[in-house]
């Protein structure tokens, strides 16, 4: 999660400078840099998209610990059965 937090703030810092001077040119003569305002709200979008795509994957990977422990749990009861004499239905 650290990664993409760090990849996605790199990237709003970026979309900000490039929003920043067309804000102030729109304010000073009215008129507005089209192709820098794209840049800027591309690097906004993959800044958002990074944030979220850490957040989905740092889910995956905690829900997948969950899962193999449980796994484990599950094959120590087994192995405690087999221990015990017991058969499995």
């Not at 089209?34 to 979008?45: G, M, Y």
């Not at 995956?60 to 059965?81: A, G, V, Y």
Request: charged fraction near 15%; charge should be negative.
């Amino acid at each position: 999660m650290a990664f993409f937090s760090i990849v996605a703030g790199i990237l709003f810092v970026l979309g900000l400078a490039f929003f920043v001077p067309v804000f102030v040119g729109f304010l000073h003569s009215g008129l507005v840099r089209i192709p820098t305002l794209l840049v800027s709200v591309l690097f906004f979008i993959c800044s958002v998209q990074s944030l979220f795509a850490g957040l989905i994957l740092d889910n995956i990977i905690k829900t997948s610990k969950q899962n193999f422990e449980m796994r484990l749990i599950d094959c120590e009861h087994r192995l405690k059965k087999e221990g015990n004499g017991e058969e499995n239905e």
